[in-house]
């Protein structure tokens, strides 16, 4: 699933952000998305992220064992130059913390509005 978020203008940087998900023993991306948009704008679409993952049912019945591991990789990019990269291999059931965490994370990067 490729997923594109289209900035709405702003002071907010522009940011390409991908997200790839893989089951430890696949070759092949069990899930892809792309997002393009400011920092709070990836940050949603994370959030988003998390609750689509938790419907899915391959995750239902991976998390059943506690054992499913997921590699994750994400890449951020502002102007065309890497800004962040995530890569790791997760337990199914902490990846739902890994992407709130990494949500946190560009929002906290947002400048402070006074």
């Known amino acids: 699933m490729v997923m594109d978020t289209s900035a709405s ?14 089951w430890s023993a696949e070759t092949q991306a069990w899930w892809k998305t792309r997002h ?11 959030d988003e992220l998390v609750i689509r993952i938790r ?5 239902a019945r991976a ?3 506690g054992t499913a591991q997921v590699r994750y990789r994400a890449v951020g990019w502002l102007n065309r130059k890497v800004v962040e990269q995530t890569i790791e291999t997760v337990a199914i059931v ?8 990494h949500a946190t994370a560009l929002r906290q990067s947002l400048p402070r509005r006074r």
């Open 63 to 65: 998390s059943q064992s």
């Open 55 to 59: 419907l899915d049912p391959a995750v």
């Open 36 to 46: 393009r948009g400011s920092p709070h704008q990836i940050a949603a679409a994370l």
């Open 94 to 101: 902490q990846l739902p913390g890994v992407l709130r965490n």
């Open 9 to 22: 203008g702003g002071a907010s940087p522009e940011l390409d952000y991908t997200v790839e998900l893989r």
